[in-house]
């Protein structure tokens, strides 16, 4: 089993990095996204926000992978999140729901609204491979390094949106159009730009267990 555990402060808002955060599909940052479905959303008594999402990913195999060890190299993702609005607080999980013999990653995010009106972000995950046949700690330290690897693509695609976020909230916004509408324009248009990512974070990975 690896760990890795990661914290990050964004500049921006809670109420705007949140809002980006959801709305991180798709920008030119995660390719791999094929599709990303609401399953449910419920408001519950306590007036937090619940939302499931089906997300379809997909990549590619390492060289060294046994031949036939998965039919497709993509996998379905269940996303789980709770908002709380009154205390500024997002919790997102996400797991993947096949291949889990090969590969079981489950993430833990969380979005803090700071005393000084920024963000703080903690992602914490952690992958079990139960393959065996000699491959088992390789396999899991391919996914954590992969994982490590595609955390800055992500952060990179939020800033992205909240880029977008930021231009829409300048614009002066007609009838029946929406940030989000905003997003799509741009979105289907060729003139993505990079936003540079900023703030400070800190990261720890580890491990336990033997192959």
Same mark, same amino acid.
């Given at each position: 089993?690896?760990?890795?555990?990661?914290?990050?402060?964004?500049?921006?808002?809670?109420?705007?990095?949140?809002?980006?955060?959801?709305?991180?599909?798709?920008?030119?940052?995660?390719?791999?996204?094929?599709?990303?479905?609401?399953?449910?959303?419920?408001?519950?008594?306590?007036?937090?926000?619940?939302?499931?999402?089906?997300?379809?990913?997909?990549?590619?195999?390492?060289?060294?992978?046994?031949?036939?060890?998965?039919?497709?190299?993509?996998?379905?993702?269940?996303?789980? !999140?709770?908002? #709380?609005?009154?205390?500024?607080?997002?919790?997102? =999980? +996400?797991?993947?729901?096949?291949? *889990?013999?090969?590969?079981?990653?489950?993430?833990?995010?969380?979005?803090?609204?700071?005393?000084?009106?920024?963000?703080?972000?903690?992602?914490?995950?952690?992958?079990?491979?139960?393959?065996?046949?000699?491959?088992?700690?390789?396999?899991?330290?391919?996914?954590?390094?992969?994982?490590?690897?595609?955390?800055?693509?992500?952060?990179?695609?939020?800033?992205?949106?909240?880029?977008?976020?930021?231009?829409?909230?300048?614009?002066?916004?007609?009838?029946?159009?929406?940030?989000? !509408?905003?997003? #799509?324009?741009?979105?289907?248009?060729?003139?993505? =730009? +990079?936003?540079?990512?900023?703030? *400070?974070?800190?990261?720890?990975?580890?491990?336990?267990?033997?192959?």
């Amino acid at each position: 089993m690896k760990f890795f555990s990661q914290s990050f402060l964004y500049d921006d808002p809670w109420s705007i990095v949140s809002l980006a955060y959801f709305l991180r599909y798709p920008n030119p940052y995660a390719s791999h996204v094929a599709s990303c479905d609401v399953i449910s959303r419920t408001v519950t008594p306590s007036g937090t926000l619940v939302t499931t999402r089906l997300i379809l990913k997909r990549g590619s195999l390492p060289k060294w992978a046994p031949r036939g060890i998965m039919s497709k190299a993509e996998s379905w993702i269940i996303e789980e !999140s709770e908002v #709380d609005p009154v205390n500024g607080v997002v919790r997102c =999980t +996400t797991k993947n729901l096949d291949h *889990v013999k090969v590969m079981r990653v489950e993430e833990h995010v969380t979005l803090k609204r700071t005393d000084d009106n920024k963000t703080v972000q903690k992602t914490e995950a952690r992958f079990i491979s139960n393959f065996g046949w000699g491959l088992t700690k390789q396999l899991e330290n391919h996914s954590l390094a992969r994982f490590k690897a595609n955390i800055q693509r992500s952060r990179e695609g939020v800033s992205l949106i909240l880029g977008l976020i930021r231009q829409a909230r300048m614009q002066p916004m007609t009838f029946g159009r929406s940030s989000s !509408s905003f997003l #799509d324009l741009h979105r289907h248009s060729s003139d993505w =730009t +990079t936003a540079p990512t900023t703030g *400070v974070y800190t990261e720890n990975s580890s491990s336990k267990g033997s192959d």
